[in-house]
């Protein structure tokens, strides 16, 4: 028996569970050049819901009736491929479904090591990645600079974070809870953090934050928080623009100052960027998180639910600040 | 007898021959390292306007009472400094004096070739330097990629559509009449040019002109212009900024469409400059501008206005649209 999660219909708003449809399959078999997998954790993250809806975006949309699909950690349980052997664990963008076969392509072996197993989806996985070389390769922080990141309690905002810190820089957060500040501070050693929610003047929050100006922006909201940090800016300020949370719910577009004169009167550069954009970099990138979690300076936060069938319940949780940091399912 | 034209008041809106002042002095004498200029042309510059304003800008204000600066060539009329030879001619930002002495710090010895003299304070100048160094530096542009330029028909735009063109693509100019949609296509072999002002659904004329949507869009207006351009923008998009002339006269912020989602979407980069950020490339980008200059392929267009009391009245027709190009008195 073999339990498959299908998008039954496309959410409207906030999602509901009635979007999802478990079915069962048989399990199938694994032909020459291919292997079995058995779904072991599940990488629940914001982004699904874009890929829910029926309209162009970075990544095609999820088809209706058929399976879902996110970052997942499998284990081997047979194989017709030279490449893996049954024990193996691998991390690839796999089905919502207990049992797949597939062909290898695209899936990376990674370590059974339990201590570090669900990072894979995590701090060295995709969102590790997107902080690490969104920060380094549009960010190039120096050692004295000043770094601000917004949504800074998010999974890929408090990695950015802690590696501004390693590299260097003087790291503030933005925030939307006193607690979140309290966790930035202490957990992900920010030296500084604001609540942007119950901060009336957000402009002088972060100047008052920022003495130095701000080099460098890694932004995940866009919207009216980010128009008070390019307040702030510092001459050749650098932005790497990772998300735009704030506006994405809205149904039309949103209003706000343009940005272009104080870009060109700071010499300042945005640049808009999904993971991807830097695969040729995922070896060293990963070899050098690996390395800081290794030596215990990395922290990262993680919720997880147990069972398959919780997955749509976990999907569900991120729109309800369910979790801390990167959602989970342990199957 | 020296002439000097001084900012008698700072202009209020519009600027107004009451502005400035002429003021006699005596014709200064070089001391030892110094050189005597006498002021041959005098080049007149829209981003004067800003200096006149008591304001923090990329440039510090001009001071009240004090001579105003511009590009300027001078000839060498006596030397006490042997870098420097009488009947020379030189390049720098200089006072709007008939004669002032130098020590020779940040001018430029510039050919004695009547024909293309004037070309240094145009396109082989801070014009065709921003130009080339925009497009190439920030826009990356290759052969078969389509190039949008805003405010094309001006000394920069002008330029950065024919740069774009010699390396390749397919160019496409904004412009605000008829006149300069037909100069764009005829003197400066634009592949296509649009007159925002007369053309109803702009986002669709682009479209229109952009069969395989936007890779550069060369930007010296901002705002609504831009808007449109933003939403044909093809992924990896790259958007040198060089300037945001539609919102600089306004009194507070405009507002305009959050532009981060498009920005996100796109993996798409903006950047904000001027064209001392690359300072270090001004000798090999003046080689190649006159490379091109010397094969005849590189059009530009220029308005002469004569007489040194003219200066004032060549500024104010910036802002009355007389002229047409580059903006230059000969002395």
């Not at 996110?70 to 194989?79: K, N, P, T």
Request: negative net charge.
């Amino acid at each position: 028996m073999n339990k498959v999660i299908l998008l039954d219909k496309r959410p409207v708003g906030k999602p509901q569970i009635s979007d999802f449809k478990i079915n069962i399959e048989d399990v199938p078999v694994a032909d020459d050049g291919e292997i079995l997998l058995q779904t072991r954790y599940v990488s629940i993250d914001p982004y699904l819901r874009g890929r829910m809806n029926d309209a162009e975006s970075y990544v095609p949309p999820f088809e209706l009736k058929k399976p879902l699909q996110s970052g997942i950690i499998a284990e081997v349980i047979d194989s017709n491929n030279t490449r893996f052997k049954i024990g193996d664990f691998v991390l690839g963008n796999l089905d919502w479904k207990e049992y797949q076969v597939s062909d290898g392509k695209g899936l990376r072996s990674i370590p059974n090591e339990p201590a570090y197993l669900t990072a894979y989806l995590g701090i060295l996985g995709m969102t590790g990645l997107t902080a690490y070389l969104g920060l380094t390769q549009i960010g190039f922080p120096k050692p004295g600079e000043t770094l601000v990141v917004s949504g800074a309690a998010g999974a890929v905002g408090s990695i950015a974070g802690q590696v501004g810190k390693f590299l260097g820089c003087r790291v503030v957060g933005l925030t939307g809870s006193d607690e979140k500040v309290q966790l930035l501070k202490s957990k992900f050693h920010f030296d500084e953090a604001i609540n942007y929610k119950t901060t009336v003047d957000l402009n002088r929050a972060i100047k008052a934050a920022c003495p130095d100006g701000v080099d460098i922006y890694f932004d995940n909201v866009g919207g009216k928080i980010s128009d008070a940090v390019l307040n702030n800016i510092n001459k050749y300020a650098r932005i790497p623009l990772c998300g735009a949370i704030s506006l994405y719910n809205e149904s039309g577009p949103v209003l706000g100052p343009y940005i272009q004169p104080i870009l060109v009167k700071k010499s300042a550069l945005i640049r808009g960027f999904i993971v991807s954009d830097f695969a040729d970099q995922f070896p060293a990138a990963t070899k050098q998180l690996t390395a800081w979690l290794m030596e215990g300076n990395l922290s990262y936060h993680e919720t997880i639910y147990e069972g398959f069938d919780h997955i749509p319940q976990a999907f569900l949780g991120l729109f309800d600040g369910s979790n801390e940091g990167k959602m989970i399912v342990k199957i």
